[in-house]
């Protein structure tokens, strides 16, 4: 078995050496389309990791009519919460809200009466459908028609808008240079199993299987691209050092969390290694036969 194995990877191995130049090219279009895709993946997750430490970026205040009875109090709490992107609505009644105010400001509130409406507090779970719940909130007959719903609209856009841009390139620009670099993979062994036709033909004459006789080649294929998604996690870790020494000239009070290295590796090699594998076999999967 091993002596099998020592066969296949040694084959894989001298096809790489024989066609360098091709492998090269193959291995640095899976990397930079791999690097595109997990960099804009990193950019976009780091993105929805900003958001969710914007103060009340996920808050919303809604204000109520003044004298709303609390049926229909507790009829619009169950229409908030039912709406999609929603987590949660706790109601905060006037009067607990101007206890909790006199507590902590207790020389500002003196002799004033509750200037305070009867409010929700809505979570949403999804930014993205912050406007249609804010929109479908204001419709509603208990909420205050004017400055009923406050929260981070233009902030909420801008994030919502960048991640939409992020998901646009990645797909377009990741699609196309991932579809190139397949296409390099597949050239690259379809021209080793023609330049080793006449050992496979021997091959099969003295009876290979064929599995021993694909087999170095779908390595081939494999390796080709765990390589392309290696450097392309070493090319996201420089584009991310570079990045942080950027914020930190800024002395903006931004801090750049750790890269993850290991995770980045693990992922984009697994991800380029089964690309090659697909690659490969599509490459080999017509009969070999000597022309």
Not at 49 to 64: D, I, S
Not at 170 to 182: D, E, K
Request: charged share 20%.
């Amino acid at each position: 078995m091993f002596d099998r194995l020592e066969f296949l990877f040694g084959e894989a191995t001298m096809a790489l050496r024989r066609n360098v130049l091709m492998a090269l090219a193959a291995i640095t279009t899976v990397a930079v389309s791999l690097f595109l895709i997990g960099g804009l993946g990193y950019v976009y997750f780091r993105i929805d990791e900003y958001a969710r430490t914007l103060p009340g970026k996920q808050e919303m205040r809604v204000f109520l009519r003044s004298g709303a009875p609390y049926a229909q109090i507790t009829e619009t709490a169950k229409q908030i919460r039912a709406m999609p992107g929603v987590a949660s609505a706790v109601w905060m009644p006037k009067e607990k809200v101007w206890e909790k105010e006199r507590l902590q400001h207790p020389d500002l509130t003196e002799g004033i009466e509750n200037p305070y409406p009867d409010a929700f507090k809505v979570t949403l779970s999804d930014l993205s459908s912050a406007g249609k719940v804010a929109g479908a909130i204001r419709a509603m007959p208990a909420v205050e028609p004017a400055g009923g719903v406050v929260y981070l609209e233009k902030e909420l856009e801008f994030i919502d808008q960048a991640m939409r841009v992020v998901r646009w390139l990645g797909s377009v620009f990741g699609s196309l240079l991932f579809v190139t670099g397949g296409v390099l993979i597949y050239n690259a062994i379809r021209l080793t199993i023609l330049s080793r036709r006449v050992e496979v033909r021997i091959m099969q004459l003295v009876g290979a299987t064929r599995l021993t006789i694909r087999a170095p080649f779908v390595i081939e294929g494999i390796v080709q691209g765990a390589l392309g998604g290696a450097l392309a996690a070493l090319m996201v870790l420089a584009s991310h050092q570079v990045f942080a020494r950027f914020i930190e000239s800024l002395k903006a009070d931004v801090t750049s969390p750790p890269f993850p290295l290991g995770l980045a590796l693990a992922g984009l090699s697994l991800a380029g290694a089964t690309y090659g594998l697909l690659c490969s076999v599509v490459a080999v999967r017509s009969p070999m036969r000597l022309q």
